[in-house]
């Protein structure tokens, strides 16, 4: 297997889009979901779901840890590596030669993302548009054995930053981020994500962005959570980024992995119990 993508995952109308967008690659690939809601309609055989009734950020790590492929990538339900059902874009193909053209193991392909239309793929910096500090990957590849190495998912997360943590965690053992400029992959968060549930996205951002910076901020920036501004919004100037981690990986543990969350729920859980 070449390439595998996994998510947590919960919106099943939308699985079929996002597996369908793939077909037209040559390398071979899969899919791994996990989540609380299982499917009614029997997948392909390369498409994988692992029901867990646990946090998000634990979903993900369960579905890495399924993953085949060479390199695994972190993705949503709410995506498609095509941009509607005409296209016959290889954007997994392009992002592959990307990395073999790297030749480096540690080499992370930072997948050329849109955004309900909007380029925001240069944005994606540890501190949001502050482009001194170390450029991110809202989607993205890497070596699935480097993700296991470094000790995957950190069980202080609930639901995002998480893989923010691990592309610092890959600079840190001398990895790099490839931008790969000509392999896309296109978010639909107002279609399929918000237009789901009233309120859902605000509400899940309350929910678990400040929680979830506050642990990558307080594992990263001198001074903690906040030295800076709440999330970087009124960075002040020099930023200190440590460039080892300042405190340890609390990795998830595989007794119970998928019948219990590990570390943080977080308040008002309103999709996972």
Request: hydrophobic letters at 35%; proline letters at 3%; a neutral charge.
């Amino acid at each position: 297997m070449d390439i595998s993508l996994f998510a947590s995952a919960n919106r099943i109308k939308d699985w079929m889009s996002f597996y369908n967008s793939l077909k037209h690659n040559t390398i071979k690939w899969e899919v791994v979901f996990c989540g609380n809601k299982e499917p009614n309609f029997t997948l392909p055989d390369n498409f994988t779901f692992i029901k867990a009734n646990v946090k998000p950020a634990q979903c993900y790590e369960i579905a890495a840890r399924h993953c085949k492929g060479e390199l695994i990538g972190w993705t949503c339900d709410d995506s498609t590596y095509e941009i509607d059902p005409t296209a016959t874009q290889r954007n997994l193909d392009r992002a592959y030669k990307y990395y073999k053209d790297a030749n480096d193991k540690k080499a992370i392909i930072s997948m050329h993302t849109i955004e309900d239309g909007r380029d925001v793929w240069r944005n994606h910096h540890f501190f949001g548009k502050w482009r001194h500090t170390p450029i991110m990957a809202p989607m993205a590849l890497m070596n699935r054995e480097v993700f296991n190495e470094i000790g995957g998912y950190d069980r202080n997360f609930i639901s995002a930053q998480a893989e923010n943590d691990i592309i610092m965690r890959v600079y840190q053992i001398g990895g790099q981020v490839v931008m790969a400029q000509d392999a896309f992959v296109y978010i639909h968060h107002r279609k399929c994500h918000i237009g789901g549930v009233a309120g859902e996205h605000k509400s899940m951002i309350r929910q678990y962005y400040v929680a979830d910076r506050q642990v990558l901020e307080n594992a990263w920036v001198e001074g903690g959570y906040g030295a800076y501004g709440a999330g970087g919004e009124q960075l002040r100037s020099p930023v200190v980024i440590s460039k080892t981690r300042l405190k340890p990986v609390e990795s998830f543990v595989d007794e119970g992995i998928t019948e219990k969350t590990q570390g943080p729920l977080g308040e008002g859980e309103i999709r996972w119990v």
